[in-house]
């Protein structure tokens, strides 16, 4: 069985940093985590590409829903490209239309936007009207690297039969499991085939605090002894 993947979520320098010492494979770089990560500036990327040599994969959310309008597209794309330029490695977003289905027509502009970067679709997937529906399309999308989920919108520990579920129907190389997530879902995520985890608060006391090195290197042994 491969290594797992830890991506760890970073809202400045001093995160990233933290997060590399920690033993972190990969960044999720966000800001505003009170909105549930909205699009950080391009200063912040650039300023973490200078010190940190993990791969920043970067928020492009402009709102705190999960729907996009035009204006916020057009806004969006401009961002990826300063973003890519500051020395991303590649984006998290997606989208749901009014209704809660994929929305595929703003999902893929952003896809094209970002080219040839890869991307993660994040966790709007959880909040579809029909969640099996979401994954089916989504998964059909080019540079697709991750999907963010867990598996409901209350955590990974309502969602588990979901994660499950996907894994069963070979969903699992693509699984970033992430969202309440505990140690205690890591044996039977690993067990399904999940390959790739993703920890904001677990490694930090709060949101007012920084990434804590302990902390992740704590979940670095969580996963690599399973």
Do not use: Y
């Not at 069985?1 to 320098?13: F, G, H, Q, W």
């Not at 505003?32 to 200063?43: E, F, H, I, Q």
């Amino acid at each position: 069985m491969t290594a797992p993947l830890l991506e760890v979520i970073a809202l400045d320098v001093r995160d990233a940093v933290a997060a590399e010492e920690g033993g972190a494979d990969r960044l999720e770089v966000v800001s505003d985590m009170a909105s549930g990560g909205l699009t950080p500036s391009a200063d912040v990327v650039a300023a973490i590409a200078e010190v940190c040599s993990l791969p920043q994969m970067v928020m492009l959310r402009g709102n705190a829903g999960f729907t996009a309008t035009a204006e916020e597209l057009d806004r969006l794309r401009e961002e990826a490209r300063e973003l890519a330029k500051a020395g991303a490695g590649g984006f998290v977003f997606g989208f749901l239309t009014e209704e809660g289905t994929v929305d595929l027509e703003a999902t893929e502009a952003l896809i094209h936007a970002v080219a040839p970067l890869p991307w993660t679709f994040h966790r709007a997937v959880d909040h579809a009207a029909d969640v099996r529906a979401a994954w089916r399309a989504v998964r059909l999308l080019p540079n697709l690297a991750t999907v963010l989920s867990s598996g409901s919108p209350k955590g990974v520990g309502e969602g588990l039969p979901v994660l499950r579920e996907r894994t069963d129907a070979g969903d699992g190389e693509i699984i970033l499991a992430g969202g309440g997530l505990k140690e205690e879902h890591v044996p039977a995520l690993r067990r399904w085939g999940v390959r790739a985890f993703h920890i904001g608060s677990p490694a930090r006391e709060s949101w007012a605090h920084p990434v804590d090195p302990s902390r992740v290197r704590a979940w670095r042994q969580i996963l690599d002894s399973v």
